[in-house]
């Protein structure tokens, strides 16, 4: 039997942790050994039944540990698995912490970091002039000479145009479980008012910076259509509905906050859409093509792109042209593009469960 490390900076939230234990459901699945590490006591998500968790947890106390805490917590990493005596054919760490203790552990020339967001734009973002050159700096130091996965093909030219000369790079999209997928757009909609209209939707967390809700709420405004507009997900609800009343669209654009399966409205709904100004890989597209339903994207750093190829590229646009957010909404809904039964295939568990074999030599 195959065993398989996760090392993990936390199991309690966010769309990285869920991928993981996704990937952990699939592997299972086909026979493999998974054990979870996460680096905090921050727990909460359900755990695949078989899977094994381990916490080992690191808190610095004063200024000297806080500067070493990635040091100190390697060290804490090796003593337990000094003791915890198993062997793994493959050992993967996702998320920054994880990358950075990792790195400084036992297991550092033999584990993948896998990146979950764009580096180009998610870790150099917020830099400028000398501290955007330190951070460059930091960025490359990490991930240089390293094994790394990341989600698209996108991820890995960012990497090469910071300057960053990894060992290797392998390209491994997050899995989709098509099947429960598949049936939970069957379940009936909690609201019979949207069980019979059609209507435009937006899935994922409320927030103006970064999902940029003012570019899509512009866009959608732009578009002309007579459909109202849903929007599915929490966060930043107050400055949404401010956006909204400023367009005038109360009439148009309803909330109905966090869904614990929002598939029944992405089969439902005419056309989905996304405005972010970077992702890691928006599983919510390929989730909303798997429904059947088109979707119209920002060309944003990263996936949106891989994912939306052949007449599926009408639903791109540029980052910032809000006239073209526009137009594209009313292109697809006047003409919807055909979604090929393939699409989503190379994301199925079996597929990418192969992929990551593979890299432990399976």
Same mark, same amino acid.
């Given at each position: 039997?195959?065993?398989?490390? #996760?090392?993990?900076?936390?199991?309690?939230s966010?769309?990285?942790?869920?991928?993981?234990l996704?990937?952990t459901?699939?592997?299972?699945a +086909? $026979?493999v050994?998974?054990?979870?590490?996460?680096?905090?006591?921050?727990?909460?998500?359900?755990? %695949?039944?078989?899977a094994?968790?381990r916490?080992?947890? #690191?808190?610095?106390r004063?200024r000297?540990?806080?500067?070493?805490?990635?040091?100190?917590?390697a060290r804490?990493?090796d003593? #337990?698995?000094?003791?915890?005596?198993a062997? @793994?054919?493959?050992?993967?760490?996702?998320?920054? +912490?994880?990358?950075?203790?990792?790195?400084?552990?036992?297991l550092?020339?033999?584990?993948?970091?896998c990146?979950?967001?764009? %580096?180009?734009?998610e870790?150099?973002?917020?830099?400028?002039?000398?501290?955007?050159?330190i951070?460059?700096?930091?960025?490359c130091?990490?991930?240089?000479d390293?094994?790394?996965i990341?989600?698209?093909?996108?991820?890995?030219?960012?990497?090469?145009?910071?300057?960053?000369?990894?060992?290797?790079?392998?390209?491994?999209?997050?899995?989709?479980?098509?099947?429960?997928?598949q049936?939970?757009?069957?379940?009936?909609?909690?609201?019979?008012?949207?069980?019979?209209?059609? #209507?435009c939707?937006?899935?994922?967390?409320?927030?103006m910076t +970064?999902?940029?809700?003012?570019?899509l709420?512009? $866009?959608y405004?732009?578009?002309?259509?007579?459909?109202?507009?849903?929007?599915?997900?929490?966060?930043?609800?107050?400055?949404v509905e401010?956006?909204?009343?400023?367009?005038?669209?109360?009439?148009r654009?309803?909330?109905?906050?966090a869904r614990?399966?929002?598939?029944p409205?992405?089969?439902?709904?005419?056309?989905?859409m996304l405005?972010s100004d970077?992702?890691?890989?928006?599983?919510?597209?390929?989730?909303?093509?798997?429904?059947?339903t088109?979707?119209?994207?920002?060309?944003?750093?990263?996936?949106?792109?891989?994912?939306?190829?052949?007449?599926l590229?009408?639903?791109?646009?540029?980052?910032?042209d809000?006239?073209? @957010?526009?137009?594209?909404v009313g292109d697809?809904?006047?003409?919807?593009?055909a979604i090929?039964?393939?699409?989503?295939?190379?994301?199925?568990?079996?597929?990418i469960?192969?992929?990551y074999?593979?890299?432990g030599g399976?």
């Open positions: 039997m195959q065993r398989v490390l #996760f090392v993990i900076d936390q199991l309690a966010g769309g990285a942790p869920r991928s993981v996704k990937l459901r699939a592997m299972l +086909q $026979g050994s998974v054990t979870l590490i996460a680096l905090s006591e921050r727990l909460g998500l359900e755990v %695949p039944e078989g094994e968790v916490v080992v947890p #690191f808190t610095p004063g000297r540990e806080k500067l070493h805490r990635y040091r100190l917590h804490r990493l003593a #337990f698995l000094a003791e915890y005596e062997s @793994f054919d493959l050992v993967v760490a996702n998320l920054h +912490q994880a990358h950075q203790v990792v790195s400084r552990s036992c550092a020339d033999r584990a993948w970091l990146i979950r967001s764009d %580096p180009r734009q870790l150099l973002s917020n830099k400028q002039g000398w501290r955007r050159r951070k460059r700096r930091k960025v130091r990490l991930y240089g390293k094994r790394l990341v989600l698209s093909e996108t991820n890995r030219h960012s990497l090469a145009s910071i300057g960053c000369r990894p060992r290797e790079v392998q390209v491994i999209p997050n899995v989709m479980e098509l099947e429960r997928l049936a939970l757009m069957h379940e009936p909609i909690a609201e019979p008012e949207w069980a019979e209209r059609d #209507f939707l937006y899935v994922g967390r409320l927030a +970064q999902k940029r809700l003012d570019r709420l512009r $866009g405004q732009a578009s002309g259509t007579d459909l109202p507009l849903v929007l599915i997900g929490d966060g930043d609800r107050a400055s401010g956006e909204i009343r400023a367009l005038g669209l109360e009439d654009v309803t909330l109905l906050g614990d399966n929002p598939y409205y992405m089969r439902r709904a005419r056309l989905l405005s970077y992702e890691g890989l928006p599983n919510v597209l390929l989730e909303a093509l798997a429904c059947g088109p979707v119209v994207s920002t060309d944003c750093l990263s996936g949106p792109s891989d994912i939306l190829k052949g007449e590229r009408r639903g791109l646009v540029p980052l910032d809000v006239e073209a @957010f526009g137009a594209a697809l809904l006047a003409d919807p593009p090929p039964a393939t699409i989503v295939e190379r994301y199925s568990p079996a597929s469960v192969a992929r074999r593979a890299l399976a």
